[in-house]
């Protein structure tokens, strides 16, 4: 199986699909995610709206670019040395299909927020394949999401708040986001 038929199936499976949360934005608007973003981002894979290029980074990374810039092409996942099955490889692709599905609707908001959700949907997935929180490196933006998906499946409504606080805090001082975090994306199919 070839990597973009691999993203296709991690974005139909079961665990992916799982995955419902909303939350409010920085600005006060609503972000939302659901089996339909992965659906969305599944479907751009298979007909070739969007393209992958694997082998882009030395590291385990992985990034969707949504517009030509910066040597990137528009529409397309870029994939670093990762191991490609693992269930860490398969959070991370959740992560990044958030992007993508919010330049495929042609969403705008915050890049805060939608970096928040990418992450939170990366720890959703985590969760519902049984990764254990711990999996995650102490201090982690992804680890400090495993505790925003926590306090939403306890409906925790005080959880939810402090600790999406601290992801979008934890984001924001990261130096990989300092060019682009505080300002805004639109996206453009």
């Known amino acids: 199986m070839g990597v973009k038929e691999q993203m296709i199936s991690i974005l139909r499976s079961g665990e992916t699909h799982r995955i419902s949360f909303s939350f409010t934005g920085s600005t006060g608007a609503t972000v939302s995610v659901n089996s339909q ?14 393209a992958v290029v694997e082998g882009r980074f030395p590291n385990d990374i992985a990034m969707y670019s949504s517009k030509a810039e910066n040597g990137f092409a528009a529409n397309t996942f870029y994939l670093g040395a990762n191991p490609r099955y693992s269930r860490l490889f398969n959070a991370l692709i959740c992560h990044e ?5 919010f330049d495929l609707t042609r969403s705008t908001l915050p890049w805060i927020d939608n970096e928040a959700a990418g992450y939170i949907a990366q720890a959703y997935y985590a969760r519902n394949s049984g990764l254990p929180r711990v999996a995650y490196e102490f201090g982690s933006h992804s680890i400090i999401a495993y505790s925003v998906v926590e306090g939403m499946r306890a409906n925790s409504p005080g959880d939810i708040s402090f600790f999406l606080g601290e992801l979008r805090n934890s984001v924001k001082a990261d130096p990989m986001y300092h060019s682009y975090i505080g300002g805004q994306f639109t996206g453009d199919g």
């Not at 973003?37 to 969007?50: C, K, M, N, Q, W």
């Not at 299909?97 to 599905?101: D, I, M, N, Q, T």
């Open 37 to 50: 973003t992965f659906e969305r981002v599944a479907d751009a894979l298979r007909s070739g709206a969007i």
């Open 97 to 101: 299909s958030v992007h993508a599905s």
